[in-house]
């Protein structure tokens, strides 16, 4: 803006000597609707984590859910003050989810509708609001403690409507499966009958020869077990 501004007035103090009448008014005009027009809006970030701060690894779930018509910055910031520790977009209309770090944090949020960028969030028309007191967010051996935060507009102005716990809980499943290294093996053992040891008639060029005077040793086998953690709300 500031050069859109620049621009119009050298073109109006290069034309004082070439430009009379109508075109010096028009350049006039030009200029005061420069000067009468907002901050250009930026492009507004995608929904998700803007940064992290805290030093601390981020785990533990906060679900958020907005109105549509704005968009909302979420800040975490330490319950003795200072500078917030991490920062989410929120797109406005949809419920969003960001992993914190553990710790007590105050939840605040700004709100508007034109992200103007990081240093004014949504310019002179942002507007806030928070819940009261700082929320826990911890994890024990198999359960994440969290909140959800739903945020609504009355008699207007954003508020924060709702806040509950948000409870995960990790369960373990256990999969295996037996792989089997000697097929060979395995095939001699399927071919001997229950009524006692005969005779394979097996070709030499198509299988190897089998001693029939005694039980061919197991093949070789190999269990495979795969050990993985799903998170679930808690019932």
Known sequence: MAGIISDLAAIGNRGTGRYHGPMRHL???LLVIALALPAWAQDRPRAGLMWNRSGLPATLPLVVGTEPGQDYV????????????MAGYIHGGTFFRLLVPPGSWHV?????????GGDTLFGPDTEWTGVDEPMTFGSGVARRHGYIVRLAEHEGRMQIASTGPLDQCQDLYVTSEIIHLDEERETAIKRLTTSGLRKLDIEQDEEPEVNTNRLPAPGLRDLDIQVDTRSQVCP
Not at 74 to 85: E, N, Q, R, T
């Open 108 to 116: 605040r949020f700004a709100h508007g509708r034109e992200w103007q």
């Open 27 to 29: 350049l006039a005009l």
């Open 74 to 85: 979420v800040f975490l910031v330490p319950p003795d003050g200072g500078d917030p520790v």
